[in-house]
């Protein structure tokens, strides 16, 4: 399978959480490409020791900075996270796959515990 695909990652600071998320990147089954961290322009960026990390700087905001995200990617494919998502090591080998199957272009992740109705508009 064809593995090129961005992360990018909309967050305002070095923290916990995004380490967590950075440390499941890298057991992913198929790895990203690269990963762009989307920082607001106030924020100067860190040592992440990972060589596939980028920063690009956008104005702060939930809706800007995954934009910017999107517009920084460079390659087809992307995955859009939150700094707190952590994903379990086959998730994006399961997105890959159900795109291609299904010759999607877009694929939303979706569990139990996210959808208690069971109903996904």
Known sequence: ?????????????????????????EQQTVRPDEIVHVI??????????MGC?????????MVTQR?????????????????????EPNAVELMLTAMQERNAVCVIPCWAEGWPNGVFL
């Open 40 to 49: 607001p322009d106030d924020v100067q960026p860190w040592y992440t020791g």
């Open 1 to 25: 399978m064809e593995s090129l695909y961005s992360v990018a990652i909309r967050t305002a600071h070095d923290n916990e959480y995004l380490r967590r998320c950075l440390k499941a990147l």
């Open 67 to 87: 934009s910017g995200g999107n517009h920084a990617a460079q390659d087809r494919r992307l995955l859009l996270l939150d700094d707190d998502v952590v994903l």
């Open 53 to 61: 990390v980028r920063f690009v700087h956008d104005k702060r905001g």
